[in-house]
């Protein structure tokens, strides 16, 4: 889910001094969940400098990982948007001793809080989030930019409202045997699914058939109106996969 800080602009019109900032603001956040038992786990920054400065190898190990993004000056939207400017200061992540707990911070938006993990019932994901999701509202001096009429502040318009996105990965090798996510999609979207790349948008799909499936709608929707669209739609695409072997 992400979320932005009330006191600092958004991604697209921030200063190399403002991420800084950002970063070492939430450096201090973040020690209280590497303090708790149930978080613990430590911060690798991109910012030349730091103290929690992680080399090339590092980075790339993370990447691979699905832990860390990838580097922003790739993408032509975010560095148009002025999102991806002054790559990598003011860049890192958080990330929990057992890796189920992830903070982007400096990306699309300031933060990008996730949970994620291997199985089958989205609401141990979903509880996960939810507990840290309170816990980092709860830290002193973090206050979140909110609208009482569109909910939370996002740098996509499609973010807005919620600002969370839920999503699985699933393999689809029949549906995806002729090498593309055609199919996938033409049955995903009258649900009111997304469908992508398991590195994400604009990302091909896994050679296995492996995608990544997302609801849509963030506004105008509850969180947990998210969760039962997608568990809905993934239980149509899981029959419709089994047809098509």
Excluded at 13 to 39: C, G, W
Excluded at 126 to 147: N, P, Q, T
Excluded at 201 to 206: L, Q, R, S
Excluded at 221 to 227: N, Q, S, V, Y
């Amino acid at each position: 889910t992400a979320r932005n800080l009330k006191d600092f602009p958004l991604p697209g019109s921030m200063t190399r001094d403002d991420r800084v900032r950002l970063e070492n603001k939430m450096m201090a956040a973040f020690q209280e969940l590497i303090d708790r038992p149930d978080y613990g786990g430590r911060y690798y920054s991109l910012t030349p400098g730091n103290p929690n400065f992680i080399d090339e190898d590092t980075y790339n190990e993370l990447v691979a990982a699905h832990i860390m993004f990838k580097n922003m000056d790739n993408d032509r939207y975010l560095t148009a948007a002025g999102i991806a400017a002054d790559w990598p200061y003011g860049r890192g992540c958080y990330v929990s001793e057992d890796r189920q707990a992830i903070i982007w911070v400096g990306e699309e938006d300031h933060l990008r809080i996730m949970s994620m993990q291997r199985g089958t019932v989205l609401n141990n994901v979903f509880d996960r989030l939810k507990g840290m999701l309170d816990l980092v509202e709860r830290i002193d001096g973090l206050e979140f930019a909110y609208s009482p009429d569109y909910g939370v502040v996002t740098s996509c318009p499609t973010n807005l409202g919620t600002g969370m996105r839920a999503s699985l990965h699933i393999p689809l090798p029949n549906l995806t045997a002729d090498g593309t996510d055609k199919k996938a999609k033409e049955i995903a979207g009258p649900l009111g699914l997304s469908v992508r790349g398991v590195g994400g948008e604009h990302t091909p799909i896994g050679a296995d058939g492996t995608v990544d499936i997302s609801p849509r709608a963030r506004f105008c929707i509850t969180e947990a109106e998210i969760l039962v669209s997608l568990y809905n739609g993934i239980k149509l695409l899981a029959e419709a996969e089994r047809n098509a072997g």
